[in-house]
């Protein structure tokens, strides 16, 4: 089966890195693409000749914010999944980033299982699935 193809929108080149590694090796996810600023994401996410099932979006950027990636999704007409990965997951910024269209929000550095653990049950219920070899 396939794999999930996921777009990851952070700024530090460690937790990008890191996390695609995670992700590629925990979970039935290929990650497409990656931006570090609010401009490359949208103009990204903007192209017909991109696609992808999922979008992880750290809320401080380089420039702009992950705020506004939320907001040009919602314009979109594309099915994808969005998740938040923040230091910043506050309950009022959580209800911020349910409002502009996330559908999951995970504080960075206390809930990375739980957002692995939704990206595979996310995976799960599209069909996809790990390759037998590993």
Same mark, same amino acid.
């Given at each position: 089966? +396939?794999? /999930?193809?996921?777009?990851?929108?952070?700024?530090?080149? *460690? *937790? %990008?890195?890191? /996390?695609?590694? +995670?992700? $590629?090796?925990? !979970?039935?996810?290929?990650?497409?693409? +990656?931006?570090e600023? $609010?401009?490359?994401? !949208?103009?990204?996410? %903007?192209?017909?000749?991109?696609?992808?099932? =999922?979008?992880? *979006?750290?809320?401080?950027? %380089?420039a702009?914010?992950?705020?506004?990636?939320?907001?040009?999704?919602?314009?979109l007409?594309?099915?994808?999944?969005?998740? !938040?990965?923040?230091?910043h997951?506050?309950?009022? @910024? %959580?209800a911020?980033?349910?409002?502009?269209?996330?559908?999951?929000?995970?504080?960075?550095?206390?809930? *990375?299982?739980? @957002? =692995?653990?939704?990206?595979?049950?996310?995976?799960?219920?599209?069909?996809?699935?790990?390759?037998?070899? =590993?």
């Amino acid at each position: 089966m +396939t794999r /999930l193809r996921a777009y990851v929108v952070e700024d530090s080149s *460690i *937790i %990008r890195d890191n /996390l695609t590694e +995670t992700l $590629e090796e925990n !979970v039935p996810v290929d990650v497409v693409g +990656t931006a570090e600023d $609010e401009a490359a994401a !949208v103009a990204w996410l %903007r192209d017909p000749a991109h696609g992808c099932d =999922l979008v992880i *979006i750290d809320i401080f950027l %380089r420039a702009g914010n992950g705020l506004g990636v939320l907001k040009s999704l919602a314009q979109l007409d594309r099915q994808t999944q969005r998740v !938040v990965l923040s230091n910043h997951a506050t309950p009022e @910024m %959580r209800a911020k980033c349910v409002e502009l269209g996330a559908d999951k929000v995970f504080d960075k550095s206390n809930e *990375i299982d739980e @957002m =692995l653990g939704y990206v595979n049950r996310l995976a799960q219920a599209n069909g996809h699935s790990m390759p037998s070899s =590993l």
